[in-house]
Nanobody, 115 residues
């Protein structure tokens, strides 16, 4: 059974950086494209960044140029690095396959952006 556990959220100052990690267990990680998603209060969940098994990436327009997504096949992990964080980046961040499977959603990790 696949389990995804996100970590690394917290309080970030505007203009600061965040680094989120997601650990995968229970399945063949290398077969799946993976994504970071986020959901702000009152908003739909959206894909922030995705990465294929071959390393091809995609980004939400609003984070493009200041974010990177990476995957470590040996550790079965993906990471999201975001720089120049903005107040509108505040949300609960989740990892999942890309596209997402409903049964794989975890608890997410909260990112708060404030001075």
């Amino acid at each position: 059974q696949v389990q995804l556990v996100e970590s690394g959220g917290g309080l970030v100052q505007p203009g600061g950086s965040l680094r989120l990690s997601c650990a995968w267990s229970g399945g063949i990680f290398s077969l799946f494209s993976m994504g970071w998603y986020r959901q702000a209060p009152g908003e739909e969940r959206e894909l922030v960044a995705g990465i294929t098994p071959g390393g091809v990436t995609t980004f939400l327009d609003s984070v493009k140029g200041r974010s990177t997504i990476s995957r470590d096949k040996a550790k079965n992990m993906i990471e999201l690095q975001m720089n120049s964080v903005k107040p509108e980046d505040a949300a609960v961040y989740y990892c999942n396959t890309w596209p997402a499977y409903d049964q794989y959603w975890g608890q997410g990790t909260q990112v708060t952006v404030a001075p």
